[in-house]
């Protein structure tokens, strides 16, 4: 079955601060991967996606991800977060691009000062 | 491009009446999808369209639920007898067809918020 894990439930940094975001999926063919951000009350947000070829994506807002087929792991980064960054991050795996997505239950991230 | 456009963007209703949502897509999008999210989780996949045709239904999706897309353009979602556990944010979401280099470019609406008493 189609699945997402994000281990993490509430992440807090500080600002300035690195951040990782840890996805992993379960699917049988090769995922289509997404990172989306929701802010409170608001629709999801694309960040980036990865379809194909180089495994690093890059995406808005300088947020990156890795995809790690060996790992079935694709993991948000960002170098240094920013007030702005606290929200709730989701991670979502389709079969194609126009297919349904699966969603994990997301992260919660809050920015310190 | 204006944007997915759902309405209302809240509603409070009695156990047991009947509530329906609108999505508007955008307008060149030819795939339409319902979710729903409730608190602290991620949004659940209920049905999609392609054009007017619905692809797909969740087993989420009760019989209390039904969802249609007339003519392809706007979709509605309606729940009858509504239970306390619908209580949810529902979601709309489009896609544009295959072969204009979109792919993966789905666009959410806002979503609206149900809240059954």
Not at chain 1, 75 to 94: M, T
Not at chain 2, 42 to 62: D, H, V
Request: net charge positive; proline share 5%; with cysteine.
């Amino acid at each position: 079955a189609q699945s997402v894990t994000q281990p993490d439930i509430h992440i807090t940094v500080s600002e300035g601060a690195s951040l990782e975001l840890r996805c992993n999926y379960s699917y049988g063919a090769t995922p289509y991967l997404f990172w989306y951000v929701q802010s409170p009350g608001q629709g999801l947000q694309l960040l980036l996606k990865y379809f194909s070829g180089d495994t690093l994506v890059q995406g808005i807002k300088g947020f990156e991800a890795e995809f790690k087929r060996s790992q079935s792991s694709f993991n948000l980064r960002k170098p240094s977060v920013h007030w702005s960054d606290a929200a709730e991050y989701f991670c979502a795996v389709s079969g194609g691009g126009y297919n349904k997505l699966i969603f994990g239950a997301g992260t919660r991230l809050a920015v310190h000062p | 491009d204006t944007g997915v456009s759902q309405n209302p963007r809240h509603k409070i209703t009695k156990r047991g009446q009947n509530v329906t949502f609108r999505c508007d897509p955008i307008s060149e999008h030819n795939r339409l999808y319902w979710y729903r999210q409730t608190l602290g989780q991620g949004p659940e996949f209920l049905t999609y369209f392609q054009n007017e045709a619905q692809l797909e239904k969740s087993r989420l999706l009760s019989d209390r639920f039904s969802a249609e897309r007339p003519k392809g353009s706007f979709s509605t979602l309606e729940i009858q007898r509504t239970e306390q556990g619908d209580s949810a944010m529902y979601l709309c979401a489009s896609s544009p067809p295959p072969g204009l280099g979109k792919e993966g470019g789905y666009t959410f609406g806002s979503g609206t918020r149900l809240t059954v008493v």
